[in-house]
């Protein structure tokens, strides 16, 4: 056996760290150390029970922190909770069954009757999740402030976007606990495979957790009361649906519309979404089609359900549009604050609200800076209602129409008493006057754009 002189300056305790560095040395020039199976064991031992008690530590703090979102909603919400106050409740409900199921795994015991398959954890998607988390939590911050100094209808709709910003939290959260912690989580419906078909058949594995009690105003034997019945080919029990229906919007088509006043000088506001798209089994956001005119402002939106990386020089995507059945195009829409989609807004809007009018779908694929790409195949079924509204509030037209067609309708108005001004095929201030007050005169809507209505009550194309 090989003898090691002793160390200067070393006493006999520090002797054997330099031998075993020296063995380690040898040992590693030589080849792969081999443990003995039952070393093996016992360290593999030690490591897996240091990471369930970490694991464990973890999902204690979770569902104390879930737990307490529940008691604060429950007391918040009187005996008959508002739509998305329900859906909020039965959300963390699930998350706190699935999160003490997942603690009785990791402690051996017998599973709840809540059971789903396992996942695999996705670090880096429960690293994006919790970002959008924060940035949810901030969101409620603020809103809880302005509702704190709102009153009358200011502070109904504060209260609104503050419970549907509640819900969102409560998505993210399922959705960040299944990427960390590899929960599944059950769905209620699976989602058709393309706008208007019928649901599938499920093929994954089956779920025990309960579906909740069919609604009220919801049978069987036929659609839902809110539903649009010139498409019976919409399955109108989708959460969205019934929701719009409960907070009074109309519903047209695969279409909600929701009117009111802009908080800053009262003018109509519009948001038509296109739920389209829609996945029940995506808990961790929601993709959808929004037109929206907001203090004068025409916006297009594709709203998807990931976060995304924007040109950082531009905050723009790389977005394809292919509308019906015309060839595809390649366009630059603007990212929104949310990193959550992209848009087109102003003039652009309104050109492209006009060239989707007549169409029965429209494609969308963003592009992000990385490559990674994010479709949407969108039917507009319903969309003559939804573009309207938004082009009443906004003041356009969603006509396409040439600079002859201006000067056809300028001498229409000269000639039916209501002075335009000479016709010139520009659609200045004055045609926008002698317009409102045509449409004043006919009970439309005063908008002072040749829209659809004004232009038929004024014979022009006749």
Same mark, same amino acid.
């Given at each position: 056996?090989?003898?090691?002189?002793?160390?200067?300056?070393?006493?006999?305790?520090?002797?054997?760290?330099?031998?075993?560095?020296?063995?380690?040395?040898?040992?590693?020039?030589?080849?792969?150390?081999?443990?003995?199976?039952?070393?093996?064991?016992?360290?593999?031992?030690?490591?897996?029970?240091?990471?369930?008690?970490?694991?464990?530590?973890?999902?204690?703090?979770?569902?104390?922190?879930?737990?307490?979102?529940?008691?604060?909603? @429950?007391?918040?919400?009187?005996?008959?909770?508002?739509?998305?106050?329900?859906?909020?409740?039965?959300?963390?409900?699930?998350?706190?069954?699935?999160? %003490? !199921?997942?603690?009785?795994?990791?402690?051996?015991?017998?599973?709840?009757?809540?059971?789903?398959?396992?996942?695999?954890?996705?670090?880096? %998607?429960?690293?994006?999740?919790?970002?959008?988390?924060?940035?949810?939590?901030?969101?409620?911050?603020?809103?809880?402030?302005?509702?704190?100094?709102?009153?009358?209808?200011?502070?109904?709709?504060?209260?609104? %976007?503050?419970?549907?910003?509640?819900?969102?939290?409560?998505?993210?959260?399922?959705?960040?606990?299944?990427?960390?912690?590899?929960?599944?989580?059950?769905?209620?419906?699976?989602?058709?495979?393309?706008?208007?078909?019928?649901?599938?058949?499920?093929?994954?594995?089956?779920?025990?957790?309960?579906?909740?009690?069919?609604?009220?105003?919801?049978?069987?034997?036929?659609?839902?009361?809110?539903?649009?019945?010139?498409?019976?080919?919409?399955?109108?029990?989708?959460?969205?649906?019934?929701?719009?229906?409960?907070?009074?919007?109309?519903?047209?088509?695969?279409?909600?519309?929701?009117?009111?006043?802009?908080?800053?000088?009262?003018?109509? @506001?519009?948001?038509?979404?296109?739920?389209?798209?829609?996945?029940?089994?995506?808990?961790?956001?929601?993709?959808?089609?929004?037109?929206?005119?907001?203090?004068? @402002?025409?916006?297009?939106?594709?709203?998807?359900?990931?976060?995304?990386?924007?040109?950082?020089?531009? !905050? *723009?995507?790389?977005?394809?549009?292919?509308?019906?059945?015309?060839?595809?195009?390649?366009?630059?829409? *603007?990212?929104?604050?949310?990193?959550?989609?992209?848009?087109?807004?102003? @003039?652009?809007?309104?050109?492209?609200?006009?060239?989707?009018?007549?169409?029965?779908?429209?494609?969308?694929?963003?592009?992000?800076? !990385?490559?990674?790409?994010?479709?949407?195949?969108?039917?507009?079924?319903?969309?003559?209602?939804?573009?309207?509204?938004?082009?009443?509030?906004?003041?356009?037209?969603?006509?396409?129409?040439?600079?002859?067609?201006?000067?056809?309708?300028?001498?229409?108005? !000269?000639?039916?008493?209501?002075?335009?001004?000479?016709?010139?095929?520009?659609?200045?201030?004055?045609?926008?006057?002698?317009?409102?007050?045509?449409?004043?005169?006919?009970?439309?809507?005063?908008?002072?754009?040749?829209?659809?209505?004004?232009?038929?009550?004024?014979?022009?194309?006749?």
């Amino acid at each position: 056996m090989t003898e090691f002189p002793p160390a200067q300056g070393l006493s006999a305790r520090a002797r054997p760290a330099r031998v075993s560095l020296t063995l380690a040395a040898c040992l590693a020039l030589a080849g792969p150390l081999v443990l003995p199976p039952s070393a093996v064991q016992a360290q593999t031992a030690a490591e897996t029970t240091a990471e369930a008690t970490d694991l464990a530590a973890e999902l204690t703090t979770e569902l104390a922190q879930i737990e307490a979102e529940l008691s604060a909603l @429950e007391a918040r919400f009187a005996e008959t909770p508002t739509p998305v106050e329900a859906a909020l409740r039965d959300a963390l409900r699930l998350s706190q069954t699935l999160l %003490r !199921n997942r603690q009785l795994a990791l402690d051996g015991a017998a599973p709840l009757e809540a059971t789903t398959p396992a996942l695999t954890p996705d670090p880096a %998607r429960a690293d994006r999740l919790m970002v959008e988390m924060a940035r949810a939590r901030a969101r409620i911050a603020t809103a809880e402030r302005e509702l704190r100094a709102a009153e009358g209808l200011i502070a109904t709709m504060v209260q609104s %976007r503050l419970e549907t910003e509640r819900l969102t939290l409560a998505g993210l959260r399922m959705g960040w606990l299944s990427a960390k912690y590899g929960i599944s989580f059950p769905m209620l419906a699976p989602a058709p495979t393309t706008p208007g078909a019928a649901p599938q058949p499920d093929t994954a594995p089956a779920v025990t957790a309960s579906a909740p009690a069919p609604s009220e105003t919801a049978t069987d034997t036929g659609p839902p009361v809110w539903a649009d019945l010139e498409h019976p080919e919409i399955d109108y029990r989708l959460a969205p649906f019934e929701l719009a229906h409960a907070t009074a919007h109309q519903i047209s088509g695969w279409w909600t519309i929701e009117t009111g006043r802009a908080a800053v000088d009262d003018s109509p @506001e519009v948001t038509a979404i296109n739920y389209s798209a829609y996945d029940p089994r995506d808990l961790t956001g929601l993709t959808a089609l929004v037109a929206r005119c907001t203090e004068g @402002e025409t916006a297009l939106i594709y709203v998807q359900d990931d976060y995304l990386i924007p040109d950082l020089r531009r !905050n *723009s995507f790389d977005v394809t549009l292919r509308i019906g059945t015309q060839a595809a195009r390649s366009l630059r829409w *603007s990212g929104l604050t949310t990193n959550k989609g992209a848009g087109v807004f102003g @003039e652009e809007a309104e050109e492209m609200i006009r060239a989707i009018y007549d169409a029965g779908q429209v494609f969308l694929r963003i592009t992000e800076r !990385n490559g990674r790409t994010h479709d949407a195949l969108f039917s507009l079924a319903g969309q003559t209602a939804a573009f309207e509204a938004v082009a009443n509030a906004c003041g356009f037209t969603t006509v396409v129409l040439s600079s002859d067609d201006y000067h056809q309708i300028q001498a229409l108005l !000269n000639k039916a008493g209501f002075e335009a001004g000479k016709p010139d095929g520009q659609w200045g201030p004055g045609s926008r006057r002698a317009m409102r007050a045509f449409q004043q005169s006919k009970d439309l809507p005063q908008t002072g754009a040749p829209d659809r209505a004004s232009l038929d009550a004024l014979g022009f194309g006749g």
